[in-house]
């Protein structure tokens, strides 16, 4: 969940490194660090704990000249955020530095053999002991540092993206991967590299990319092509990509905190997601992964998503669409336990996995479980090129650009919407759908973007009622059939950047248990559109406030009955049942944001949380 960068090349490498770091700084901003080998070869490291800013101050007054570097923003596994546990980590004679994304799962006997062999260590980390173990080997076997990092490889357990300095090599860094993502981009004639956690801190210096494989060993070297080898030294022939990230993607655009503008670029992202996969007359919907393998996903008897938080609520919605309208039974997952459970899985079976990122590391682990179980697997993922859409058998993209702020919101609604094409294109080969209602949804998705533009428009008016929110220290969240995982997701929203503790339910299940809780301090969300619930969720509205509950409603426009009852209204245009998860959750992505902002939080960097989940 760290963020990795590197630059080699003609330039300053400290403005580049620190401009990547602030870009990657969603994976991870407990403490942050950079080193740099200068013109004298000194090899120097700089660090502290808190966010790039502080490690910027930090080093106004060092010396940061020299045109190669890596540097590192973290997430704080082994040991607490510090100074000392920073990366990047020397090695005992503080000729090599290393940083690392990942946990090396045997480190503590390693360390153990270490420190019976004389080797001193300065920090709590897993990552010191990689470095550690790496120059021992170097100096006791007499080897260059290639040959030592591919023999420490062999020794350890874990996950890990890493990249080293040595200061005896001043033009060189060795970068490796496994389970833990790494992106080296090349400049013009070799004249340039640059490495990457993601593209994002790389597309403004070149276009030009290559996704490391699980056991690949990266060696730039100024002006040499770029070598590629396995752990055994067996050379490797990477394919060089194009990325297609414009940089305006990546930056705040002029919005206050880049939740704001992901919520706000909704529209034009599911118009791009839709764009290419229905038909101009609106009549035909089409995906190559259907066209491709039509068999396999025709002929499953059992759909199985698995995912993680907000892609394990879309995957609730998939569930509901694909049952309804394909017939086929589905299993909802979420990937960390099916990993550990020895699940029963089958040729017969569809395995589904949902990541934003594709590097969610107990979602790959689950693709990996499924497909040794031989089932088809196919993957639904935002970031092209990365771990999970080349594990899988096929997928589709979602298409929605980057997602910078930590609390997912466009990918979310990128998401239930490519499950919603893949249902149609399912049900519409095993022909479960009738064609009046294929049609009608296929018109309703294309109607989504102007009608989220539309709740958009509402946005100074749930900016001003999240004023009245900011006391509440719990919030309940109520909604059914299809709304009930969009009532999950706006907790999850809520808890994550408010730190307000915040619960989803089923409406119904209120009466289970929930109801006890329910007094004038404890505001309750209920998604009131007018569907064949609606009765349901009024009945389920006059109980909370029988017992003095304040409710905000998610109510249909034109709605003239729990408008009377609730303490506050916000209207949503009206659309298909099924396609209510994607206007929905628009008033509950501002909501939990305002009400973020109100309380003066960092709704970008929430405490304790990363984007990107790479590790256990």
């Known amino acids: 969940m760290c963020g990795i960068v590197g630059y080699l090349g003609n330039r300053e490498a400290y403005p580049v490194l620190i401009k990547g770091l602030k870009r990657l700084e969603y994976r991870g901003y407990d403490s942050a660090g950079v080193a740099l080998i200068n013109s004298n070869d000194d090899l120097n490291v700089y660090k502290t704990k808190g966010k790039v800013d502080d490690l910027e101050n930090f080093c106004s007054d060092k010396d940061i000249t020299g045109k190669v570097g890596i540097a590192h923003t973290r997430w704080a596994t082994h040991g607490e955020p510090s100074s000392t546990n920073a990366h990047p980590h020397y090695s005992e004679s503080k000729k090599l530095a290393i ?46 540092l290639l040959s030592a990092v591919q023999v420490a490889l062999k020794q350890v357990i874990g996950a890990y993206a890493i990249a080293i300095l040595d200061k005896n090599n001043p033009y060189q860094i060795i970068a490796a991967r496994k389970q833990s993502p790494l992106v080296v981009g090349i400049g013009k004639d070799n004249q340039e590299f640059f490495l990457g956690s993601d593209a994002s801190p790389i597309v403004e210096f070149t276009d030009q990319v290559v996704y490391l494989e699980d056991g690949n060993i990266a060696v730039l070297r100024l002006g040499e092509p770029l070598k590629v080898v396995d752990i055994h030294n067996v050379d ?28 706000f670029e909704q529209p034009e992202c599911l118009t791009n997601c839709l764009r290419g996969r229905i038909s101009l007359d609106k009549q035909q919907v089409t995906l190559s992964a259907i066209i491709d393998y039509k068999k396999q996903l025709l002929s499953a008897k059992r759909i199985i998503i698995v995912a993680c938080g907000t892609s394990w609520h879309a995957a609730l919605i998939g569930k509901q669409m694909i049952e309804t309208y394909c017939r086929i039974p589905v299993e909802v997952e979420y990937a960390s336990e099916f990993r550990y459970r020895n699940p029963v899985v089958t040729s017969d079976d569809v395995v589904i996995a949902i990541s934003q990122s594709g590097e969610t590391a107990d979602t790959l682990a689950a693709v990996k479980l499924a497909k040794e179980k031989g089932a088809f697997i196919y993957g639904v993922c935002n970031a092209i090129g990365s771990s999970i859409p080349r594990a899988t058998d096929t997928g589709t993209y979602i298409h929605v650009g980057p997602e910078i702020g930590v609390a997912s919101t466009k990918a979310f609604t990128g998401q ?34 102007d009608k989220i533009r539309e709740v958009l428009q509402e946005n100074d008016r749930i900016a001003e009622l999240s004023q009245t929110f900011t006391y509440a220290r719990n919030f309940l969240y109520l909604g059914r059939g299809f709304s009930y995982p969009v009532a999950l997701e706006g907790a999850l929203k809520l808890k994550e950047i408010s730190y307000i503790h ?94 973020a902002v109100c309380k003066g939080k960092n709704v970008d960097q929430p405490r304790n949380l990363a984007k990107s989940v790479t590790v256990e």
């Open 99 to 144: 940083i690392h994304n990942g946990i090396i799962e045997n480190y503590a006997e390693i360390k153990k053999n270490l420190i019976a062999e004389g080797v001193e260590f300065r920090s709590d980390t897993d990552t010191e002991v990689l470095i550690q173990l790496i120059e021992f080997i170097e100096i006791k076997k007499n080897l260059d």
């Open 236 to 263: 490797l022939n990477p394919e060089v990509k194009t990325v297609d990230i414009a940089l305006g993607q990546i930056e705040k655009g002029g919005f206050p905190h880049f939740m704001l503008k992901e919520i």
């Open 416 to 449: 239930v919407t490519v499950l919603t094409l893949l249902a149609l294109c399912i049900a519409r080969e095993k022909n479960t759908i009738c064609d009046e209602d294929y049609k009608c949804i296929i018109k309703g998705l294309c109607e989504i973007p």
């Open 502 to 595: 915040a619960e989803g339910y089923p409406a119904a299940e209120m009466k289970h248990g929930p109801i006890a809780l329910i007094d004038s301090d404890m505001p309750c969300v209920v998604i009131a559109t007018h569907n064949e619930m609606y009765e349901k969720i009024l009945s389920n509205i006059q109980e909370v406030k029988a017992r003095k509950g304040r409710v905000i409603a998610l109510v249909t426009k034109g709605d003239d009955t729990i408008s009377k009852i609730a303490d506050e209204v916000i209207e949503l245009p009206e659309t298909l049942e099924c396609l209510e998860p994607l206007i929905a959750t628009i008033p509950l992505q501002l909501l939990a944001y305002h009400v």
